[in-house]
């Protein structure tokens, strides 16, 4: 089945830096790479996705990018504020969609003010 | 449009007892998930519907874990009997068909064994 690695497990950053995680997938046959971010308390919440056809993507201060040669993909956060503070999780699914899901061992990101 | 309702918040039970949890989906969502998050880690599907039919439970651990949605709408998982190792957050998430690519999570249930 589907392993999905995610690197770091913690990061932390200066308000108005940037942040990157990453993660890589195992199987060459998945074909839709979503991101969650969960605060605490909460259940995850989509904040960006991107489809295998796709090497790019970029929505205000966040933006995903996919190499799928490589199987391996990077969620990137401009400008980083203090409500960015949060678990982050990479998934993968070979369905296109949002089900199937295999998530990430997620990031707690935590940006100091 | 109110969101994925789940109950109880929090339950903590002694090993070997039974334990159910509940979910109220999206109204009009025809896909619901269940997850289990173990602390430090991603969530992991347990059970997927569709409708009231069963979509995958591949990974469910069916000698003691057992979900029903029988009339297509609202949910139940219950473990019977628990063991330590079940301690973590149960999530129920809902999306509005299988070819949806958002699912939409509730706040979980939160299961402690001791």
Known sequence: GENVEQHPSTLSVQEGDSAVIKCTYSDSASNYFPWYKQELGKGPQLIIDIRSNVGEKKDQRIAVTLNKTAKHFSLHITETQPEDSAVYFCAASINNAGNMLTFGGGTRLMVKP | ?114
């Open chain 2, 1 to 114: 449009e109110a969101g994925v309702a789940q109950s109880p918040r929090y339950k903590i039970i002694e090993k070997r007892q039974s334990v159910a949890f509940w979910c109220n989906p999206i109204s009009g969502h025809a896909t619901l998930y269940w997850y289990q998050q173990i602390l430090g880690q991603g969530p992991k599907l347990l059970i997927q519907f569709q409708n009231n039919g069963v979509v995958d439970d591949s990974q469910l651990p069916k000698d003691r874990f057992s979900a029903e949605r029988l009339k297509g709408v609202d949910s139940t998982l219950k473990i019977q009997p628990a063991k330590l190792e079940d301690s973590a957050v149960y999530l129920c998430a809902s999306s509005l068909d299988l070819s949806s690519t958002e699912a939409f999570f509730g706040q979980g249930t939160r299961l402690t064994v001791v």
